[in-house]
C-alpha cells in the first residue's frame, strides 16, 4: 500500500512515535512534508522538527497517529477537532477500538496496534486489527506504517491482550533473563563489561540463528545440549524451578491484566 501524497499527523510524539518517523523516512515510504508532529512539549516538537525535517503543529491528515499514553487520551481527542475523513491509527495500550470510536462519534475507521520498543531500533513486532468501520485497505494502510520498523501480524482484537503478553511485554522478560544472565557471570568471576558482552552477544546470537535457520526452537536447543554435558545440567535446573510454567503464567498474568486495563 502506497503511502504517496498521504499526510501522517502523529498525536503524542514520544519515544515510540519517534521510532515511526524514523522508520518511515529510513524506508523512505513518505517525506519529511507528510508527517504532522503534535506534541505538549515544544522542547519536543523543535527536536523532532530540527533532526527530521517535518511538520510540527495541527493539521488535517489521511492517517492520524494516536501515540499518547492512555490516561491522556480523552483530553487528546478532545484537542483533534474534526478529522471525518481520516483513519486512526491507535498504539494506546489497553484502549478498545469501540470506545475509540464512542469518544470520536460517528463511524470513525479505526485500527488499534500493540507495537514493541525494538521498533526504536527498527526490529519491532506489531500486531494490529481493525475496528467496526475501518476496512481492510485500512490494515494494508497500517501495515506499511508498522512494517517500516519491523514486523506486523494481522489478529482479532480479543487476542490484543495476548499479543500485548507476549510481544508487547516480551522485551521485558528478555532484558530480565540477560541481567539474570549477567548477574550469574559476576557471581562466577567475571567482570561486569566480560558478563554483559558476553550475555548480550549470546542472546542476540541466539535470536538472528532462530530467525535465520527457520528451525524450530526446541530443535535449536537439542543441537546446544549434549547428553552428560553442561547445557543439560543447566536445562536441568531450569526444568525443575519450572521455568516453562513461570512464563505460562506470567504471561497469562499479563493478559488478564490487560483485559482489566481495557474493561473486558
Do not use: W
Not at 63 to 80: D, G, M, N, W
Not at 131 to 139: H, I, K, Q
Request: charge should be neutral.
Amino acid at each position: 500500500m502506497s503511502l504517496q501524497n498521504k499526510t501522517i499527523a502523529f498525536i503524542g510524539a514520544g519515544n515510540m512515535g519517534e521510532a515511526l518517523i524514523r522508520g518511515l523516512l529510513a524506508a523512505k515510504t513518505v517525506t519529511p512534508q507528510q508527517i504532522i508532529a503534535h506534541d505538549v512539549r515544544a522542547d519536543r516538537l523543535d527536536y523532532l522538527r530540527q533532526t527530521f525535517g517535518i511538520r510540527t503543529g495541527t493539521g488535517q491528515a489521511d492517517v492520524v497517529i494516536l501515540a499518547v499514553k492512555p490516561q491522556q487520551f480523552t483530553a487528546a481527542l478532545s484537542s483533534l477537532g474534526s478529522h471525518p475523513e481520516s483513519l486512526f491509527l491507535s498504539i494506546l495500550a489497553g484502549v478498545t477500538t469501540s470506545r475509540i470510536e464512542r469518544e470520536l462519534g460517528g463511524q470513525p475507521r479505526v485500527v488499534r496496534v500493540m507495537p514493541n520498543t525494538p521498533a526504536l531500533v527498527g526490529a519491532g513486532a506489531a500486531g494490529i486489527c481493525k475496528g467496526a468501520f475501518a476496512t481492510d485497505d485500512d490494515l494494508q494502510t497500517a501495515e506499511t506504517i508498522l512494517g517500516a520498523v519491523g514486523i506486523v501480524v494481522r489478529t482479532e482484537e480479543k487476542l490484543m491482550d495476548a499479543v500485548t503478553a507476549l510481544s508487547g511485554s516480551g522485551p521485558a522478560y528478555i532484558f530480565r533473563v540477560a541481567e539474570a544472565m549477567i548477574a550469574a557471570g559476576r557471581e562466577q568471576g567475571m567482570s561486569e563489561e566480560m558478563a554483559k558482552q558476553l550475555t548480550l552477544q549470546t542472546i542476540f546470537g541466539a535470536a538472528r540463528l532462530l530467525v535465520e535457520s527457520g528451525e524450530p526452537p526446541d530443535v535449536l536447543r537439542k543441537k546446544v545440549t549434549s547428553p552428560g554435558g553442561t547445557t543439560e545440567v543447566a536445562l536441568k535446573v531450569m526444568s525443575d524451578r519450572k521455568l516453562m510454567e513461570i512464563f505460562r503464567d506470567a504471561i497469562a498474568a499479563a493478559a488478564k491484566r490487560g483485559q482489566e486495563l481495557s474493561g473486558g
